[in-house]
């Protein structure tokens, strides 16, 4: 299974972005997926999370409001929708796909992930 995240760019404070997050070899189907971020000099952290069907969705608590997360099984691509964004937004986006046992906001949970989108928000 790959993961390709797209999407990231620059954008001034109060913009917004989409991030895409194609999955292959595989169905999106079977995966929860979640998206997370690495801001340089940071932790890597949880930011959305979509359950299998997408039927329950998981924010961290900065991102409720602002981020939407959201999944196309039949196009097999989940998407960050970003808006309000703000300068500390700015990281390295991460997609990843979650099997059995999966816990949306624990990292190690997460059986496959992507290489990863900078997003860069100026003030």
């Known amino acids: 299974v790959q993961l390709q995240a797209s999407g990231g760019g620059l954008v001034q404070d109060g913009g917004s972005l989409r991030l895409s997050c194609a999955v292959s070899g595989g169905s999106l189907s079977t995966y929860a997926m979640g998206w997370f971020r690495q801001a340089p000099g940071k932790a890597r952290e949880f930011v959305a999370a979509v359950s299998r069907s997408g039927g329950n969705t998981y924010y961290a608590d900065s991102m409720k409001g602002r981020f939407t997360i959201s999944r196309d099984n039949a196009k097999n691509t989940v998407y960050l929708q970003m808006d309000s964004l703000k300068p500390e937004d700015t990281a390295v986006y991460y997609c990843?796909?979650?099997?059995?046992?999966?816990?949306?906001?624990?990292?190690?949970?997460?059986?496959?992930w992507g290489q990863g989108t900078l997003v860069t928000v100026s003030s």
């Open positions: 990843a796909a979650g099997l059995s046992g999966w816990h949306p906001q624990t990292a190690l949970t997460y059986a496959y």
